[in-house]
């Protein structure tokens, strides 16, 4: 098992370095973005990876709510945790892109701003998690994670609503349909890289949270031999 | 008893308690008004411009001055351990969160009852609008907020420091219900957009958050 991690940790190095090359050397520049649109090759998957960590943390919440399993419970404590730092990824590449392109750093836009929120709730369950206390931690974390997934597309419905009343800036390059094939090429080699780099990094966050716990585990039974003697 | 018995004595204890000591009402009556008189320092603002920025002074002023009494709702239970002493009972858990949510609604639709005469003093405010859709929306979205906070603050009782624990993890989930309150009071007031969307918007944000809160409040409660 660990030497299958081993090699998946290097094919995700080789996979990285390719991907790179091919954003940054093979890809043709765009016409009118110019070079900062090659962000978007970092940018997108990165809202990917971001996306399926919190999705893992909803799921994994669930799962621990029905069959309290202290294994899922620290799956959601890494997802919630990776998801995050992907998310930041996203909110301090779009910005950099935005400013040469849009002309501003920021827009209350649709996508923006539920990233934004999504950012914000996920940070909140960071910070619940660091504050419960013991036993209970778990259980509290697993029914928030439960709101922030529910909150997500009633918050993507509502500012939808109040932004279509406004011009929103044209969502140019990126997935869409009118995607040279060169680019296409090399978002998706990213887009496997960055998920790969996702999964080597919720599995050795997954692993310290075990260790975490068995640390504590084992305080907590020294402890309760010392009280006994 | 029936769950409908239960939350009735729950909320009439928790009515009686309010009205004799006037904990919640007092302090977030005072820290509205602050609020109020403050926000009129820094914006000094016509009544044309008042009903613009009113809709998001209120729901803000709320939104801050309703964390007292959410934080008050189940720290007045630890005392005695009534709350363990809550589990233990045969009694229904829904019951006990229903009638905290119902008293905590209460409480800030009284404090909004009394602060729409300082709105109306110190900004000139008043509204182009129906006033029934004003109503509307303020029982909509202080249900919003009040459904949400009444379990967030059975999460952070269990915290350390609970007090500063509720806005953290109340406002990241409350912001559409805000938008939905401030973009309807705004448009309301204004009398510019209609807005039905938003008083639908907070309609489905209540009917999903009050299952999601009955469907999780016995497992928050029973949290070991």
Redesign the interface.
Known sequence: MKNLFIAFVVLTVALLAYSTYQALFVAPTEQTMGEVQRIFYYHVPSAWTAGVCFFVNFLASLLY?WKRDARSDALAAASAEVGVMFCTIVLITGPIWARPVWGIWWTWDARLTTTL?LW??Y???L??RR???G??QQ??AA??A???F??VP??Y???R??RTQHPAPVMGGGENSGLDPAMLHAFLWNLLAFTCVGVVLLVLRYRLQRLEESVEAAHAAAALQGGSQ | MTTFATARATLLKDLRLEWRSKDAINSMLFFALLVVVVFSFAFSPTAEESRRIAGGLVWVALLFAAIFALNQTWARELRNQVLDAYRVSPAPPNALFLAKAIGNFLFVLVLEVLMTPLFVVFYGLRSIGPVWQLIVVALLGTWALVV?GT??AA??I????REI?LP??L???S??AL??MV?ATTSILTGEASPD?WIK?LA??DV??TA?CLL?FE??LN??
């Open positions: 709510l929120v914000l709730i940070v909140s369950y910070v619940l504050f419960a206390a036993g209970q259980v509290l029914a928030l439960v709101f922030g529910v909150d009633i918050v419905m509502s500012i609503w109040f | 949400n379990f967030f999460l952070s269990r915290t350390r420091s624990m953290l993890i406002f990241p989930i912001i559409p938008l939905g973009d969307f918007m489905v944000y999903v958050f999601v999780l497992t928050v949290a070991e």
